[in-house]
């Protein structure tokens, strides 16, 4: 199943978001990432997250959802915390949608350890939240039980 995690800037928690999907999802799920106002860059703490778990820190970039615009796409997951103002991106596609809100570790200021803690947070609630996807039996569920149950993994404490 191939997946899109989506966001504002496509420079953080969507980013993690591939990765883990891709690292986790062993050739069960292809994950790409997007944004509806791309930065144009990766943030080099993303990347540096990803780093200290193992994971590889090559080939992405922060790109527009409109690059996918034709693209085969089962999941969609935004990963934008519409809770702090910040406006989530509607995508039109026919994929199955679940929102997972997290706040944008981009905007923490502050001494390193403070920044570094935010992304590890992102990347903690990350990876549970895609192992309970990895969990399910997405390939059998219906559309509308697969989007309950993405919304619900969505709203489970971490």
């Not at 350890?113 to 895609?130: D, N």
């Amino acid at each position: 199943m191939n997946v899109l995690v989506l966001c504002t800037g496509n420079s953080c928690r969507s980013i993690l978001g591939e990765a883990l999907i891709n690292h986790l999802g062993q050739g069960r799920f292809k994950a790409f990432s997007a944004g509806s106002h791309p930065v144009g860059k990766v943030n080099p703490h993303a990347l540096a997250t990803l780093a200290r778990h193992g994971l590889p820190t090559e080939g992405y970039r922060s790109q527009s959802w409109d690059e996918f615009a034709d693209a085969n796409i089962d999941i969609l997951i935004t990963v934008c915390a519409s809770a702090d103002g910040e406006t989530c991106p509607v995508y039109l596609g026919s994929a199955v949608r679940g929102h997972w809100g997290l706040p944008d570790p981009a905007h923490v200021e502050g001494p390193p350890e403070k920044i570094e803690a935010a992304f590890e947070a992102t990347y903690a609630a990350l990876e549970r939240r895609i192992r309970r996807l990895l969990d399910l039996p997405a390939d059998t569920l219906s559309k509308a039980e697969l989007a309950e149950a993405l919304n619900r993994i969505g709203r489970e404490s971490d």
